[in-house]
């Protein structure tokens, strides 16, 4: 990974995160694949500690709960029983 790319994609997930749309809408206006997306952000970011949100969901981006390889983006209004089934379905497979 040279590291033109690595500025260019740290860029990237920067506008993401202030753009206030979800990871398919951004990919799909930004002209890129959501497995690109994923890809990069997981190189970009191994071996980082991860951080947990202590204040409940962000007004503007909700957040992303990670379960082994999977992925959740949960926002406002989210339903609270079917998020929990899913994460425990996760959690045990």
Not at 18 to 44: D, I, N
Not at 53 to 59: I, W
Request: with cysteine; glycine share 8%.
């Amino acid at each position: 990974m040279n590291s033109t790319s690595r500025e260019k994609w740290n860029q990237i997930l920067q506008e993401h995160a202030t753009s206030g749309l979800s990871v398919r809408e951004f990919c799909e206006q930004r002209g890129f694949t959501p497995q690109s997306y994923y890809q990069w952000r997981r190189l970009l970011h191994e071996g980082e500690p991860r951080t947990f949100a202590s204040n409940g969901l962000n007004q503007t981006n909700g957040l992303t709960l990670r379960i082994g390889k999977a992925e959740i983006e949960v926002r406002q209004g989210f339903d609270e029983k079917l998020l929990l089934s899913v994460i425990k379905a996760l959690s045990s497979s």
